[in-house]
């Protein structure tokens, strides 16, 4: 039976997929399960984040967004049995890859799979559907009534975001990089409040939210990265597609949540006076965050039914690519590794 797993070069910079033979199969022990993978979402690997974890292997398992059968369970589970159809994300320091057959899980990390949803939608919505939850309920506290940006709307995290926002009855901005990004989003109903598109690097968001709230600027802004310097030291494609800081900042309305995804933020000293005068604050979108505190996992379980829930419901409706075979992982996954596509990429048993 044979897993993806990836090797980092030397110099930390390259990474190489590779398919091995497993020699030791999982085996049901204590509160773990044994699945039978149906479906294996891809994202990608934060390699500086496991360093930082003391996590480097030669060989490091690659595929976490699992949706599978259980096959067999450990003496000390208690809340699955062979047979059930289960979904869930597979810790960091989880010894197998997803993208295989058959893996094996702690029971605190997996949900029973609601039965009208089909494998791939659960694989590919858990861990988007887990940020977006992080974001907006946890760090953000959105309610009705509230203006929501969420840059790049577009992105499986965004799609998912704007939906739980709208679900909340929050009024939502969006941003679209590309015409066909705005298409799909000027699509989605219920309808956005305004979609900004930003693909010709013409659009000023801070100007357009403002102008959309009535120059009172939004609640909550939910971003996709940011330009932390000048026009000089940036990228041309960060420069086209996302904005400065000091347009957050400025469209920001009194007593706003900034939710970031931006690790490396730098924020001067008038930039956290504009915040305090504001009365606002800045959250980080840690993707692990719950699988670094295990005194949350009780919390963590909750989210994920409440994914599960939503996605059956119809709230949640994921943007996903044709999934593609094992075989094909990993071409998928080196894609993966270039930046966030618009479309989720799951790979199907």
Known sequence: MKGLYFQQSSTNEKITFVFQERENLPVAEDNYVKLQVKACALSQINTKLLAEMKMEKDFFPVGREIAGIVLDVGSKVSFFQPGDEVVGILPLDSEDPGLCEVVRAHEHYLV????KVTWTEAAGTVRDGVRAYTALHYLARLAPGKWVLVMDGASALGTIAIQLAHHRGAR?????????????????RPALARVIDVSSGKAHVAE???EETGGLGVDIVLDAGVRLYSKDDEPA???QLLPHKHDILSLLGVGGHWVTTEENLQLDP????????????????????????NVQQGKY???LKDVMEKLATGVFRPRL????????????MEAAQEGPAGKKQVVQF
């Open 112 to 115: 029973h799979k609601p039965e």
């Open 172 to 188: 939502v901005i969006s941003t679209a990089g590309s015409p066909e990004d705005r298409q799909y989003l000027e699509g989605l």
């Open 208 to 210: 357009s939210c403002l």
């Open 237 to 239: 494609v960060k420069l």
């Open 270 to 293: 008038p930039d956290s006076h504009c915040l305090f005068l504001k009365g606002a604050t800045v959250a980080f979108l840690n993707d692990e965050v719950w699988n670094l505190s």
């Open 301 to 303: 379980l909750c989210v």
């Open 321 to 332: 690519a044709e999934p593609v075979a094992l075989h094909e992982a990993r071409a998928a």
